[in-house]
């Protein structure tokens, strides 16, 4: 007997009405083709979307969830998989995953991609822009460039100065 396709569907917490009305939609035709969604279980943004649309269109739905207790879970998540690892818990969904679709979110989306990449598992991007994902951290501070090992030193220890202000 064959296994069932399982179909990782990656994306933000907080997501626009665009983007959760896509992956509705993508868990819906998951479903309509007899695979299995899963996601990170939770019951917001593109998660409980595309539960939902699985859900509704008779799909079987597994969330993975970042917590030990399923109080956040979507309650169109069917089997809830309660880790208590937080991020961690992304490891789980890709390699749970025949292919993974990642939807608009941030930097658990992005590395969940990673991670699929590097497990060689097949990704499809929908509405996941990488490089608007990258400057909104750059924009925060949290990325930045340099060109040569000393521009490299050069930002180390800016980043030092300003944390040794903070404390």
Wanted: proline fraction near 2%.
């Amino acid at each position: 007997m064959r296994r069932p396709c399982i179909v990782g569907v990656m994306g933000g917490a907080r997501a626009d009405a665009a983007s959760c009305e896509n992956a509705y939609r993508l868990g819906a035709l998951i479903a309509l083709q007899g695979w299995v969604l899963l996601n990170g279980g939770r019951n917001t943004g593109i998660m409980e979307a595309s539960a939902r649309g699985a859900a509704e269109a008779g799909g079987l739905t597994i969330g993975i969830l970042p917590d030990a207790h399923t109080a956040n879970a979507s309650q169109f998540v069917r089997v809830a998989v309660c880790t208590g690892m937080g991020s961690a818990r992304n490891v789980i969904n890709v390699l749970s995953s025949n292919v993974i679709v990642a939807c608009s979110g941030g930097a658990g989306t992005l590395s969940e991609i990673a991670l699929a990449l590097k497990h060689g598992k097949p990704v499809i991007t929908l509405g996941y822009d990488l490089s608007q994902c990258l400057q909104f951290y750059q924009g925060h501070g949290s990325v930045c460039t340099a060109a040569t090992p000393q521009e490299a030193i050069a930002r180390i220890q800016s980043i030092l100065d300003q944390v040794s202000r903070v404390d």
